[in-house]
């Protein structure tokens, strides 16, 4: 059986001040499947998360939606005032209506059913984007796009994290479209992988990826077992045609926990 299909978009770019933040994006989300955007920062993975969400409208190409598409959404930042005694037992009834079982089954989901009268100023940077899934779930999306999920997450809780992501794919039944630096989790993690920097440098299975010349040129060395190490090269800049030109010396610099800003 076909999978079904949720969203596409086809030749999509947004442009700014007569500057291509990203062009020509192709991309097509079928349920069932996760989905990863990686590159560098300011790459352009956040603006096309967002074209695919109706949050930016694209200045070229279009993006097509599955009719009566339920979106969940885990933004890159949230920023909470530590001074508002704001629970989790609010902050998730703040935008879904839920019985006090619905909200205990939701919680339980993704294991923070116990922090529900937790304020969540408190909360570690694990548990926070525990409840973060579990607000972007309470709907029973079709699509769950989460933008860098695992932000503030100690190392052991990543795999973890992942781990749980892949879950509610299988539980939920719904594609993910990931935002990740996490190259050497991801890698292991997903379906398939599209590697961008203002536009699309390669994508496909993440061991053809892995493989590709442009994914090594933009990201780093790549090891024999097919997981990146994320040394990325910033001394690097794209000609029209999508070329990389060298701008510096060929010393890597590593990213560790970086931003997007695209």
Not at 7 to 21: F, P
Not at 34 to 39: A, C, F, P, Q, S
Not at 220 to 231: F, K, M, Q, S, V
Not at 251 to 258: D, E, L, Q, S, Y
Request: with cysteine; proline share 4%.
């Amino acid at each position: 059986m076909d999978k079904e299909w949720l969203l596409s978009l086809t030749k999509a770019g947004i442009e700014r001040n007569g500057h291509w933040l990203v062009h020509d994006i192709d991309l097509d989300i079928y349920r069932g499947e996760i989905v990863t955007l990686i590159g560098p920062n300011g790459s352009g993975k956040s603006t096309t998360a967002k074209m695919a969400l109706g949050i930016l409208k694209p200045s070229a190409g279009t993006v097509s939606r599955k009719a009566g598409l339920r979106i969940g959404y885990v933004p890159q930042r949230l920023v909470i005032d530590p001074s508002l005694p704001l629970t989790v037992r609010r902050f998730m009834t703040l935008t879904a209506r839920l019985d006090a079982n619905g909200l205990k089954s939701v919680l339980s989901e993704t294991g923070v059913d116990d922090l529900i009268n937790a304020n969540v100023a408190d909360l570690s940077g694990g548990e926070l984007q525990r409840v973060l899934l579990a607000r972007s779930i309470a709907r029973k999306p079709d699509l769950l796009v989460l933008d860098e999920p695992l932000q503030g997450v100690d190392y052991n809780g990543e795999t973890e994290l992942y781990g749980l992501i892949a879950s509610l794919r299988t539980k939920l039944d719904c594609g993910i479209l990931l935002i990740s630096h996490d190259l050497h989790i991801v890698m292991a993690a997903t379906d398939r992988v599209i590697c961008l920097n203002g536009h699309i440098c390669c994508s496909g299975a993440p061991t053809e990826v892995a493989q590709s010349e442009a994914y090594g040129r933009l990201i780093g060395a790549i090891p024999e077992n097919g997981l990146a190490l994320y040394e990325h090269h910033h001394n690097h800049r794209h000609n029209i045609h999508g070329a990389v030109i060298s701008t510096s010396d060929n010393k890597p610099t590593r990213n560790i926990g970086a931003n997007d800003n695209g």
